[in-house]
T-cell receptor
Framework: AQSVSQHNHHVILSEAASLELGCNYSYGGTVNLFWYVQYPGQHLQLLLKYFSGDPLVKGIKGFEAEFIKSKFSFNLRKPSVQWSDTAEYFCAVGGSQGNLIFGKGTKLSVKP | DTGVSQDPRHKITKRGQNVTFRCDPISEHNRLYWYRQTLGQGPEFLTYFQNEAQLEKSRLLSDRFSAERPKGSFSTLEIQRTEQGDSAMYLC?????????????FGQGTRLTVV
């Protein structure tokens, strides 16, 4: 069965700290991978996506993610977080019908 | 705003009542998805439409749930005889399918509370 696992439920960092959020997936077909972000009171927004090609993907707001096929992972990284990065982050894999299978999400709190 | 819009944003209903939600996708998008999100969980897929055809339903979509997209534009999701377990955020997303690449755009959701 297709599934996505996010390792951290809640991460608390100080501004300027580096961020890495873990994501592992289980999917048998061609993998399309996504990270979405949900800022407080707002809708889900796409941060970045991987369909094929360079496994290091750069997204908006300085985020990047690396697809490691051998580890079934797609971890999200940012070298230096800001208070405005406080949000909930969801990893997702594209299903066979174009639907998304989401992880449970990781809440990121950045202390000023 | 040319994004995905959902109405209403919040709905409080008594158990046993019927509710209907509306989603207006991005106009040129041919696919429309409904998801449900409960506290502490990521969104869970319910159903999707390709134009006006409903192509897949999740096992989460009980027979009390029905969705339509009559003209291939807006969609409605109706829940009959609501139960407290139906309390959740209902999210709509749309995408334009091009090959195998998909990127879904989400609305702000309708938060349903069943009391």
């Amino acid at each position: 069965a297709q599934s996505v696992s996010q390792h951290n439920h809640h991460v608390i960092l100080s501004e300027a700290a580096s961020l890495e959020l873990g994501c592992n997936y289980s999917y048998g077909g061609t993998v399309n991978l996504f990270w979405y972000v949900q800022y407080p009171g707002q809708h889900l927004q796409l941060l970045l996506k991987y369909f094929s090609g360079d496994p290091l993907v750069k997204g908006i707001k300085g985020f990047e993610a690396e697809f490691i096929k051998s580890k079934f992972s797609f971890n999200l990284r940012k070298p230096s977080v800001q208070w405005s990065d406080t949000a909930e982050y969801f990893c997702a894999v594209g299903g066979s019908q174009g639907n998304l299978i989401f992880g449970k999400g990781t809440k990121l709190s950045v202390k000023p | 705003d040319t994004g995905v819009s959902q109405d209403p944003r919040h709905k409080i209903t008594k158990r046993g009542q019927n509710v209907t939600f509306r989603c207006d996708p991005i106009s040129e998008h041919n696919r429309l998805y409904w998801y449900r999100q409960t506290l502490g969980q990521g969104p869970e897929f319910l159903t999707y439409f390709q134009n006006e055809a409903q192509l897949e339903k999740s096992r989460l979509l009980s027979d009390r749930f029905s969705a339509e997209r009559p003209k291939g534009s807006f969609s409605t999701l109706e829940i009959q005889r609501t139960e407290q377990g139906d309390s959740a955020m209902y999210l709509c997303a749309s995408s334009f399918i091009h090959g195998s690449n998909t990127e879904a755009f989400f609305g702000q959701g309708t938060r349903l509370t069943v009391v």
